[in-house]
């Protein structure tokens, strides 16, 4: 026997699917009770709006309630908000069934949507602003790129104030009760999630809040989780509290915050380290630390990468390679922004010294500034080698602090 | 030998006729972002404030993908597609724009 059918409002309706068996998502994400692929049917009176579609696999259940609720041929348009495969696996079918349907998409989203569809279909770009009518429902669109992928893009239903806001505000949490006033207590999802997945596009939440701002929200109806309605602007300001671009040491004290972390196996590195924290110490204005990632828990990389103005990573070279700790450390990147950090690599060794070579690749591909080269020094520092290290420090201090950078290819 | 300056990373550098964004990029550790590489994915859209004429044009590629982005695109380049074509001059970009 089919389930009753939840209504977010009068014409609006939840479509979505149940996946409560599911305990790793997107294979970063745990989820103790599942989730939810969270689809919904907008009623106007000249026609309905589909909202997003399932994860294929759950698409009996969407189409279940899709049928239950309107004809194939009174859906007027297909909005897909996020083209990720838990919410377009069902779109082909869909649009083999309502074939005058029109497909909404983002303008990030059309080269993908090739890429996951494989063939041709007709889809009309949303940027910001961009309204569609349903008669006496309106829909208007709005561009929020890279929450969680580039394409994302959010929507405003004007009549019922409700967010369709993509991934943002997203939990995996399965409660089929839906509304977070009557689910468990999913305030760890909501922040899990947004750690995962929203917290290396802080600029970008806080660019969609903005847009956000000018709509009076009722309803905030994510792709994943419990749908927010009890006290919407709770949930918003959770997200501009955690997406806010002020750091502690610069808020607090004006300092700009050099981190170095360093390995090391016979004290050389560790030397260099030294000399390279009083260089960038002793220019004004910045506060610069030492840590050996030999103690260093991940939780306290990332909040301490987070707040780092500028990352200096220094690791012997064993075997040909950088330390584990110092992939580990920089393998945390992927939780935050790293766009316009500044980064920098030294390093002692005794045969081949590739490490310092190889952690400002990786930098590079993590989008780190790297205005100096690598710092490389042949087991023990002699004294004017340790005071290049210092020069080194300094050097990398006062481009944080704003030194421009001269420079002929 | 142009000069560019790039606006977000406070960075000055003199750069030979011919030679990509793509390498200044990388030389001079610029924090421009690249995606694709191949003037799909649009991550490395970027404002070009001063000195359009001293890249090359854009090829029928990158007008189809700034389009699809935005209805004015003057002054906007998708960077990897971009290169600088003349021995002289100056040119301002900006990709945090």
């Given at each position: 026997m089919l389930g009753e059918i939840t209504k977010v409002t009068e014409s609006v309706n939840f479509i979505g699917a149940f996946d409560p068996q599911i305990r790793t998502f997107d294979i970063i994400m745990k989820t103790a009770n599942g989730s939810s692929y969270n689809s919904y049917l907008v009623r106007g009176s000249e026609g309905v709006a589909v909202m997003d579609t399932v994860k294929k696999e759950f698409s009996e259940d969407f189409f279940n309630a899709l049928e239950r609720l309107c004809e194939y041929d009174e859906i007027k348009y297909i909005v897909l908000h996020h083209l990720e495969p838990d919410h377009s696996g069902a779109l082909i079918e869909l649009m083999e069934k309502a074939p005058n349907a029109e497909l909404i998409i983002s303008g990030r989203a059309v080269m993908m949507l090739k890429g996951l569809i494989k063939r041709d279909i007709p889809f009309e770009v949303a940027n910001t602003g961009k309204i569609i009518s349903l008669g006496d429902k309106t829909i208007e669109f709005l561009s929020t790129p890279f929450l969680h992928w580039p394409d994302t893009m959010s929507s405003y239903l004007h009549e019922d104030k409700i967010l369709f806001s993509g991934d943002v505000f997203g939990s995996h949490y399965y409660d089929e009760r839906l509304f977070d006033d009557k689910v468990g207590d999913f305030s760890y999802a909501f922040k899990y999630y947004y750690d995962h997945i929203m917290r290396p596009f802080k600029q970008y939440v806080r660019q969609a809040l903005k847009l956000y701002a000018q709509f009076d929200i009722d309803?905030?109806?994510?792709?994943?989780?419990?749908?927010?309605?009890?006290?919407?602007?709770?949930?918003?300001?959770?997200?501009?509290?955690?997406?806010?671009?002020?750091?502690?040491?610069?808020?607090?004290?004006?300092?700009?915050?050099?981190?170095?972390?360093?390995?090391?196996?016979?004290?050389?590195?560790?030397?260099?380290?030294?000399?390279?924290?009083?260089?960038?110490?002793?220019?004004?204005?910045?506060?610069?630390?030492?840590?050996?990632?030999?103690?260093?828990?991940?939780?306290?990389?990332?909040?301490?990468?987070?707040?780092?103005?500028?990352?200096?990573?220094?690791?012997?070279?064993?075997?040909?390679?950088?330390?584990?700790?110092?992939?580990?450390?920089?393998?945390?990147?992927?939780?935050?922004?790293?766009?316009?950090?500044?980064?920098?690599?030294?390093?002692?060794?005794?045969?081949?010294?590739?490490?310092?070579?190889?952690?400002?690749?990786?930098?590079?591909?993590?989008?780190?500034?790297?205005?100096?080269?690598?710092?490389?020094?042949?087991?023990?520092?002699?004294?004017?080698?340790?005071?290049a290290c210092v020069l080194f420090g300094q050097e990398v201090a006062e481009i944080t602090m704003g030194k421009m950078v001269e420079m002929e290819i | 030998m142009i000069n560019i300056f790039l606006e977000d990373d406070n960075i000055n550098v003199k750069v030979p006729k011919d030679k990509s964004l793509r390498y200044v990029a990388t030389k001079t550790g610029a924090s421009m972002e690249f995606g694709c590489r191949v003037g799909d994915c649009l991550t490395c859209i970027a404002k070009v404030k001063s000195g359009m004429q001293y890249l090359n044009d854009k090829n029928e590629k990158e007008i189809r993908a700034l389009e699809i982005l935005a209805s004015d695109v003057s002054g906007l380049r998708l960077m990897c597609q971009c290169s600088v074509k003349a021995d002289e001059g100056e040119i301002v970009i900006s990709y945090g724009f």
């Open positions: 309803i905030i109806a994510p792709l994943h989780g419990p749908i927010l309605r009890s006290n919407p602007q709770y949930y918003l300001d959770k997200y501009a509290q955690w997406s806010s671009e002020e750091k502690f040491r610069k808020h607090e004290f004006g300092q700009k915050m050099i981190s170095v972390f360093y390995m090391s196996s016979y004290d050389n590195t560790q030397e260099m380290a030294k000399k390279i924290m009083e260089g960038a110490d002793l220019v004004e204005g910045v506060v610069a630390s030492m840590y050996d990632l030999a103690s260093l828990d991940e939780r306290n990389m990332i909040d301490l990468l987070e707040e780092s103005d500028a990352i200096i990573v220094g690791s012997p070279t064993i075997n040909g390679d950088a330390v584990k700790p110092a992939w580990d450390l920089l393998s945390c990147m992927a939780y935050l922004e790293s766009g316009g950090k500044i980064g920098a690599s030294f390093g002692s060794y005794g045969w081949t010294g590739e490490a310092p070579e190889m952690l400002h690749d990786r930098m590079r591909w993590l989008k780190f500034r790297l205005p100096v080269s690598p710092l490389k020094i042949k087991l023990i520092p002699t004294d004017e080698e340790l005071k | -």
